[in-house]
């Protein structure tokens, strides 16, 4: 069965230094999102993306955020400058055309220190 | 989208039906009930979304009252590895239940299955 994959597992960065997260959609679908969820907290929608550009974004997904869909598979989530409060787990998921669900990856555990 | 109010935890023996409740009060026609799960920070599982009717998938059922105000998810045979959060979701989607728009997660309810 078809899976979102993310990469790396776990990721330990420096305050202040530019994090990318990678992810896998699944092949035929479209539409794609980032989510984080800050541990014992809610997961949290951070920006959707379709035909190359941005969706909709939160107000988390400030300038120190950006997405890319570098070739016909990748999708990345890039944090500028990273800060304490990035430490997070960061899901990616897809959605296909004409479904409602969306299918999510296992996740990147980001930590800042 | 309208807001959705769960119970924060449910216990359930294992082999025996789960039923999830869930109050959404203020649902738009244009609404659907969404339901996803999160095993132990694995990332959100679908399990199974509707509009009115009752649904049903391998997974689970979802049953939606007349008034659309609140649904049950069902679990018929919870077994330990259906011990998750259960998230409860509701969003706007076109006549044939699609919809591209974020998901909004609450806090949802902790299910626990034990032996």
């Known amino acids: 069965e078809p899976e979102v994959t993310q990469t790396p597992s776990h990721q330990v960065t420096q305050m202040g230094q530019e994090v990318i997260l990678r992810c896998v959609p699944i092949s035929n679908h479209l539409y794609f999102y980032w989510y984080r969820q800050i541990l014992g907290q809610k997961v949290e929608f951070l920006v959707s993306?379709?035909?190359?550009?941005?969706?909709?974004k939160s107000e988390i997904f400030d300038d120190q955020f950006s997405v890319e869909r570098p070739d016909g598979s990748n999708f990345t989530l890039k944090i500028r400058s990273t800060k304490l409060e990035d430490s997070a787990m960061y899901f990616c998921?897809?959605?296909?055309?004409?479904?409602?669900?969306?299918?999510f990856g296992p996740g990147t555990r980001l930590t800042v220190t | 989208d309208a807001k959705t109010t769960q119970p924060t935890s449910m216990d359930c023996a294992e082999g025996r039906a789960a039923n999830l409740p869930c109050n959404h009060s203020t649902i738009s026609g244009n609404e659907y009930v969404y339901w996803y799960r999160q095993i132990h920070s694995q990332g959100p599982q679908y399990i199974i979304h509707?509009?009115?009717n009752n649904e049903t998938n391998e997974m689970a059922s979802l049953i939606i009252t007349e008034d659309r105000k609140s649904s049950t998810l069902i679990l018929p045979h919870a077994t330990l590895r259906d011990t998750a959060v259960y998230y409860c979701?509701?969003?706007?989607?076109?006549?044939?239940?699609?919809?591209?728009?974020?998901?909004?997660f609450g806090q949802g309810t902790i299910l626990t299955v034990h032996p």
């Open positions: 979701i509701v969003r706007v989607a076109d006549a044939g239940g699609t919809s591209y728009g974020k998901l909004t």
């Open positions: 993306f379709y035909n190359n550009e941005i969706s909709e």
């Open positions: 509707g509009l009115k």
């Open positions: 998921a897809s959605s296909g055309a004409g479904r409602g669900e969306q299918y």
